[in-house]
T-cell receptor, first 114, second 115 residues
């Protein structure tokens, strides 16, 4: 089945130690998104790629960066994680067809900061 | 800007009860509307969608109708099961400048179904 896969499901890192989360897709979608979701809240969009074009949300901290080396893969880099960055990180993809194209989500990576 | 307002949870129901989760939206233009479901420890799954006024989305016994006159997209199910226990997010999608379909989420409603 075509899908969005996030690795790892659980990640533990130390305060200030860089960490990378990965996402891959077999849907061949043009657009890939990264969301941060804290407990009992809605997902918050951090940034997205439209093909190779990177688009940052205005309030995304500089500590968060992303790379998309090819259509299938996208990475989220957190340069110096703080305690407030502990959250679930969700990757999603969408096509660019007509109205009503949904986003397809992975199962997320839950990040803990020690 | 766009916004989505959902009823606060948790909503606690007995098995086989009728479910309604209210959702209203504010948007310019003609957004698409979605309901996503999130089971514990998992990502979001698309439950149903509607792309224009009076469209009804349906899936797994859940239904929602796109009501432009009341700017609403309420989720309903006639008979809930324990397995429906999850968090439900209402969302709208509007085409942005970059061509992406930006999703604006409501705050989510936790549903707990008791046997």
């Amino acid at each position: 089945d075509a899908m969005v896969i996030q690795n790892p499901r659980y990640q533990v890192t130390q305060f200030g130690k860089p960490v990378t989360l990965s996402c891959s897709q077999t849907l061949n979608h043009n657009v890939m998104y990264w969301y941060q979701q804290k407990s009992s809240q809605a997902p918050k969009l951090l940034f997205h790629y439209y093909d190779k074009d990177f688009n940052n949300e205005a309030d995304t901290p500089d500590n968060f960066q992303s790379r998309r080396p090819n259509t299938s893969f996208c990475f989220l880099d957190i340069r110096s994680p703080g305690l407030g960055d502990a959250a679930m990180y969700l990757c999603a993809t969408s096509g660019t067809g007509g109205q009503g194209q949904p986003q397809h989500f992975g199962d997320g990576t839950r990040l803990s900061i020690l | 800007g766009n916004s989505v307002t959902q009823m606060e949870g948790p909503v606690t129901l007995s098995e086989e009860a009728f479910l309604t989760i209210n959702c209203t939206y504010t948007a310019t233009g003609y957004p698409s509307l979605f309901w996503y479901v999130q089971y514990p420890g998992e990502g979001l799954q698309l439950l149903l969608k509607a792309t224009k006024a009076d469209d009804k989305g349906s899936n797994k016994g859940f239904e929602a109708t796109y009501r432009k006159e009341t700017t609403s997209f309420h989720l309903e199910k006639g008979s809930v099961q324990v397995s429906d226990s999850a968090v439900y997010f209402c969302a709208l999608s509007d085409r942005g400048d970059t061509g992406r379909r930006a999703l604006t989420f409501g705050s989510g409603t936790r549903l707990q179904v008791q046997p």
